[in-house]
């Protein structure tokens, strides 16, 4: 397994250099449930203003994580600060400069949006009228004035998340902890949550999220880490991450058996499926590239009934780093 990739410079990169201050940092953490190992040594570095996406199967322990570096459970070995201070002998200082909004909704659906705001308020030692002040400009900024008097039951799922994190933005942390953040969400809802995510970012909100969705990660994330079987089995950009697995390749498909085995013979360096009369090239997907194979086929008056160009994503690397390689490839873009 490929382990950590090494930092490299990317244009227009505004993250911050690897001397900056840590929001998070963690070695060696370890957590079991009775006989279950869950973390076995996660080590972590997360640079303050900076969006950090931990990815991993279901049960590779993400939600453990966050726990622990939110204080909310303590992990068996290992250390972590977040914030400066150390979750297990300073959980009070950790407390006051994280939020978490946990995988599960924190919201009371039977109290109203703005009841739930004002509870947190109260939670946070805010004054009635800060408080109030509070909640009406973060349900404002939440798009959830028009419905701040009703009963959260009421509110749709892309609500409800939007109030979770408006909650959790009661106290105004520095440090905030998203757990699977847009899980269940409509596309539109979710690309409404990655501009919240955003402006959080733009205020210089270090921001930790879980996600399932890799597409996520490759949006938000200045770092992804990939947990699987209690470790991280690779860490970087997505850029970094993607240049880890094999590269890209190009797909010929016919149906002509004899067309088949002209290609076949045409452009040698091939991997052959007998059975689907289907041709696969390694290939960096460039222009020139493919116009140099469709060059050698068109000149041995060959046509493929079907042309895919496979550049690997996120989708790829977790595939590859989370478990047997079951899954085949898709093709992410037809050019004919
Ligand atoms: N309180 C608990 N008691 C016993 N086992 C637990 C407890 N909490 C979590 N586990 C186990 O620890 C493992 C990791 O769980 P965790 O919730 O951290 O995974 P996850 O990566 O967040 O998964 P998901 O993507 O499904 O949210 C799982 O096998 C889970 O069953
Ligand atoms: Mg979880």
Do not use: C
């Amino acid at each position: 397994m490929p382990s950590s990739v090494m930092r490299t410079s990317r244009q227009g990169d505004h993250r911050p250099s690897p001397t900056a201050v840590s929001a998070v940092s963690a070695v060696g953490l370890r957590k079991s449930y009775g006989e279950k190992l869950v973390l076995d040594g996660i080590d972590l570095h997360i640079p303050a203003g900076s969006v950090f996406a931990l990815l991993g199967p279901n049960g590779a322990g993400k939600t453990t994580a966050v726990k622990i570096l939110s204080t909310l459970i303590t992990a068996d070995g290992g250390q972590a600060q977040v914030a400066g201070h150390d979750v297990a002998t300073a959980p009070d200082g950790v407390r006051a400069a994280i939020g978490v909004t946990g995988q599960f909704s924190a919201v009371d659906g039977l109290i109203t949006g703005e009841e739930n705001m004002l509870l947190m308020a109260d939670l946070h030692h805010l004054s009635k009228s800060e408080g109030r002040r509070v909640a009406a400009e973060l349900l404002e900024r939440f798009d959830l004035t028009h419905a701040a008097k009703k009963p959260a039951a009421t509110y749709s799922g892309g609500m409800k998340r939007r109030l979770d994190i408006a909650m959790t933005l009661v106290g105004d942390p520095r440090i905030i902890f998203l757990d699977e953040p847009t899980t269940g969400l409509d596309p539109r809802s979710r690309h409404n949550m990655w501009g919240i995510i955003r402006g959080l970012v733009s205020d210089g909100v270090t921001v930790f999220l879980t996600t399932q969705y890799l597409e996520e990660a490759d949006e938000l994330a200045d770092r992804i880490a990939v947990l699987n079987d209690g470790r991280i089995a690779a860490e970087g950009t997505a850029e970094e991450l993607k240049r880890l697995i094999p590269g890209g390749h190009i797909r010929l498909r016919f149906t002509d058996p004899a067309s088949y085995q002209s290609a076949a013979d045409t452009l040698r360096e091939v991997t052959r499926d007998d059975e689907a009369l289907t041709l696969q090239l390694p290939s960096d997907g460039s222009q020139r590239e493919l116009r140099s194979i469709l060059d050698r086929l068109d000149s041995a008056g060959i046509e493929a009934d079907e042309l895919t160009v496979h550049t690997p994503d996120l989708d790829d690397v977790f595939f590859a780093l989370t478990g047997p390689a079951d899954v085949p490839n898709q093709p992410k873009e037809t050019v004919r």
